[in-house]
């Protein structure tokens, strides 16, 4: 097993052999190194990933995100390899909502529908009844009958956002994004003073003090979408950093500036574990057909049931 790259090789040229050698696809979030993104046959938000994931005719699916990615990726496709740069990849909100707590919540209020955010364990994802992105979680909310309370889990602040988007009164979970959190409020309102003609566009899981300032509140998918079809040419984005490279890329006339975390000595903007892949990382996994992803055929079988629930309904 090789554990350090050659300095001499060209890495892009070797992953697209390694690609080919292996019949992979390679999946990578907006959230990844521009260098990876600039790798990958699809870059998108976790809905459209799982969707691809669940389409790819692919023999092995390299999943440059986080581990919860993955393993949806896993779930979708149980007979399939499924590949991750770096296994530390974690998530912060899916580490604030462990199983046995998550079932704990559940069984103090049986009556409730569980709609749990797709930032979560395998584990977490078997004890619920729909996963949802932020991308079709509204839509998934206005689909429950109004007399059946919902429980909404892991993320506080998207929980939040939505009870003002649907209306309905739902039990949330005490989860955070430590990118999403860190955003200064101040700081913020001092770039919008700088730039007038700048439009703050935020994700939902910003606090609520961030996006009460927000011209366009949405996922990754719809900020990205939003900054190529609004009239701006300039923007604020609040949400990981990563999310720049493809702004730029589909808009490059247009100004984008990336919302400030209260820490000036920090990249909190940036999430640490979305980081941990490398280039080098990928060759790696590619190369070595490790770190693989594993998820308990039981847990799987059980999981993909919300899973495909949130596709039909989305």
């Known amino acids: 097993m090789e554990t350090e790259v050659d300095v001499t090789i060209d890495l892009e040229e070797e992953i697209l ?16 190194e521009s260098e990876i993104q600039d790798m990958a046959d699809f870059v998108g938000d976790s809905l459209e990933l799982a969707r691809r994931a669940r389409d790819t005719d692919a023999d ?3 999943f440059a995100g986080v581990h919860f990615m993955a393993e949806t990726a896993k779930i979708l496709n149980p007979e399939k390899k499924v590949l991750i ?26 009556d409730h529908i569980a709609i749990t955010y797709i930032n979560c364990t395998a584990e977490v994802k078997a004890l619920s009844d729909i996963i949802c992105t932020s991308s079709n979680a ?6 429950i009958p109004p ?23 739902m039990l949330l979970w005490e989860g955070t994004c430590i990118v999403h959190e860190t955003f200064s409020e101040r700081k913020i309102i001092d770039l919008q003073i700088q730039h007038p003609d700048a439009k703050l566009i935020a ?9 009460k300032h927000a011209d366009f509140i ?16 300039k923007f604020i984005v609040a949400t990981e950093s990563g999310i720049l490279h493809q702004m730029k890329k589909a808009a490059p006339h247009k100004t984008f500036i990336a919302a400030p975390p209260e820490e000036e000595s920090c990249s909190c ?24 992803v594993i998820v308990d055929p039981e847990i799987a079988k059980k999981a993909l049931v919300p899973i495909k629930k949130m596709l039909e309904m989305s």
Do not use: W
């Open 138 to 143: 509204e839509k998934i909310i206005n689909q």
């Open 60 to 62: 092995v699916i390299v």
């Open 218 to 233: 949405g996922s990754t998918s719809k900020l990205l979408r939003f900054v190529q079809e609004d009239d701006a040419n």
């Open 17 to 32: 052999k390694l690609k080919k050698k292996l019949n992979a696809v390679i999946l990578a979030h907006f959230y990844q």
């Open 203 to 211: 994700h939902p899981e910003c606090e609520e003090a961030v996006l």
């Open 269 to 292: 903007n940036e999430c640490p574990y979305m980081k941990l892949n490398t280039m080098e990382k990928l060759y790696l996994c590619m190369k070595n057909k490790e770190p693989e």
């Open 85 to 110: 740069p770096d296994l530390e990849a974690g998530c912060s909100l899916a580490e604030s909502c462990p199983a046995p707590a998550f079932k704990k919540f559940r069984e103090e209020h049986p």
């Open 147 to 169: 007399d059946k309370p919902i429980l909404f889990s892991p993320d506080k602040n998207l929980g939040k956002y939505l009870i003002k988007k649907t209306g309905r009164d």
